[in-house]
């Protein structure tokens, strides 16, 4: 167990919709980083907060956003969500980045 | 786009046997990383090794850099059945933060 945490494991949704992914980071870590793993574009970071600022931005696109609470947890937000959408989402947190990046279980969006 | 690739993409071998993978990498790093994950699952990390290092061990696991190169290497010594898994190597840029991956091995050992 990494100690981070992710809600909810499964999603089951349709083109179009909405939807938001929920992270709690490791007690302590102040950066968390969100990651997309897809069967044609592989482990893809998506963005990092840091004490709840945006710190680094990668392959993200504009239909999707994030941010980071002050108790530190983070929300991804998905919408307009196509069927390549469809993915596992993990969410990983480190204390102030460089170093070991901690996983959670990861959430399995599927876009009907 | 991945900053690693690993080579091979697959391996398949018996219990007790060595296993190594490889990792390619294009631009400058800090460090470079290696990550298990089992089918489906959140990865694990397994070892960092610094720009400054050329090898590292922890356990059955041996990794090498060759920043010459822009290579790694991970070798498992010994494998057991619970190895199986996909391996990662991954990269950090320059600020330290993000991970670039490569496209992972799939390793199956078998009993």
């Known amino acids: 167990d990494s100690g981070v945490t992710q809600t909810p494991k499964h999603l089951i949704t349709a083109t179009g919709q909405r939807v938001t992914l929920r992270c709690s980071p490791r007690?302590?870590?102040?950066?968390v980083y969100w990651y997309q793993q897809s069967l044609d574009q592989g482990l893809q970071f998506l963005i990092q907060?840091?004490?709840?600022?945006?710190?680094a931005k990668g392959n993200i696109l504009e239909r999707f956003s994030a941010q980071q609470f002050p108790d530190l947890h983070s929300e991804l937000n998905l919408s307009s969500l196509e069927l390549g959408d469809s993915a596992l989402y993990f969410c990983?947190?480190?204390?102030?980045?460089?170093?070991?990046?901690?996983f959670g279980p990861g959430t399995r969006l599927t876009v009907l | 786009s991945q900053q690693g690739e690993e080579d091979p993409q697959a391996l398949s071998i018996q219990e007790g046997e060595n296993a190594t993978m490889n990792c390619s990498y294009k631009?400058?790093?800090?460090?470079l990383q290696w990550y298990r994950q089992n089918s489906g699952r959140g990865l694990v990390h397994l070892i960092l090794?610094?720009?400054?290092?050329r090898e590292k061990h922890s356990g059955r696991l041996r990794v090498t850099l060759d920043t010459s190169k822009k290579s790694s290497s991970l070798l498992i010594t010994a494998s057991r059945a619970a190895d199986t898994a996909s391996y990662f190597c991954?990269?950090?840029?320059?600020?330290?933060?993000?991970?670039?991956f490569g496209g992972g091995t799939r390793l199956m050992v078998k009993p």
């Open positions: 090794i610094r720009s400054n290092e």
């Open positions: 990983a947190s480190d204390l102030a980045g460089g170093g070991e990046q901690f």
């Open positions: 907060y840091y004490n709840g600022e945006e710190r």
């Open positions: 991954a990269t950090d840029n320059n600020a330290g933060n993000m991970l670039t």
């Open positions: 631009t400058s790093i800090n460090n």
């Open positions: 007690s302590g870590d102040l950066s």
